[in-house]
């Protein structure tokens, strides 16, 4: 398995925007599929946006002109781009990692995203 870390999370306003990241251990990242879910207070795990080793993205239909997922190949690094927030943005974010063949499905240990006036 691998190694997740997020990091970026944190208190915004409505309207505001943050950038989260995953830095992921070991040197197979490039053949990774990755994505990003969130978990809300009393809501089921659900996902965001997941970007394949090579390159094809998809997005959930609430983050759709909104956010933006990409990878870093160099860096190991996953990002998601939020802009335009909402309160039913608000939390827990965690990054996942996926390759059948290695029979790898890891996850990290979340990010808050807070979204409040």
């Known amino acids: 398995q691998v190694q997740l870390v997020e990091s970026g999370g944190g208190l915004v306003q409505p309207g505001g925007s943050l950038r989260l990241s995953c830095a992921i251990s070991g040197n197979i990242f490039s053949i990774l599929d990755v994505g990003w879910y969130r978990q809300a207070p009393g809501k089921q795990r659900e996902l965001v946006a997941r970007i394949s080793a090579g390159g094809t993205t998809n997005y959930a239909d609430s983050a759709k002109g909104r956010f933006t997922i990409s990878r870093d190949n160099a860096e190991n690094t996953l990002y998601l781009q939020m802009n335009s927030l909402k309160p039913e943005d608000t939390a827990v974010y965690y990054c996942?990692?996926?390759?059948?063949?290695?029979?790898?499905?890891?996850w990290g240990q979340g990010t808050q995203v807070t979204v409040s006036s």
């Open positions: 996942n990692a996926v390759a059948v063949t290695y029979r790898i499905n890891s």
